[in-house]
């Protein structure tokens, strides 16, 4: 198991930006995907982004596509989400996880079993 730390989340209006972080600890973090999950008020869940353990493959929700982008520092054992153009739906809690088996991309929440407690991200209209 891989311990994840979020921060960078806070109160932005509308066509803003913020850099989510998630800093990991343990040896193996390279070894793992990694994944952007967000919970809104009311709703479940859901799949925002994932990379894969060496950062040359990514994968998006389409809500996100061409707005947001995940990357990842194995020196740092970092991974990162940039958000740019926010929309008030982008508004939840945002959740970092590491998916320990095979196979890209990974979507499922089921298929992360490690996760961060979450970092809340607002957008103002």
């Known amino acids: 198991q891989v311990q994840l730390v979020e921060s960078g989340g806070g109160l932005v209006q509308a066509g803003g930006s913020l850099r989510l972080s998630c800093a990991a600890s343990?040896?193996?973090?390279?070894?793992?995907?990694m994944g952007w999950f967000r919970q809104a008020p009311g709703k479940e869940r859901e799949f925002v982004a994932t990379?894969?353990?060496?950062?040359?493959?990514?994968y998006y929700a389409n809500s996100v596509k061409g707005r947001f982008t995940i990357s990842r520092d194995n020196a740092k054992n970092t991974v990162y989400l940039q958000m740019n153009s926010l929309k008030p739906e982008d508004t939840a809690v945002y959740y970092c996880?590491?998916?320990?088996?095979?196979?890209?991309?990974?979507?499922?929440?089921?298929?992360?079993?490690?996760w961060g407690q979450g970092t809340q991200v607002a957008i103002s209209s």
């Open positions: 343990g040896r193996t973090f390279s070894s793992y995907a």
């Open positions: 996880a590491a998916h320990h088996g095979l196979g890209f991309p990974i979507t499922s929440l089921a298929d992360f079993g490690s």
């Open positions: 990379i894969n353990w060496s950062g040359i493959a990514t």
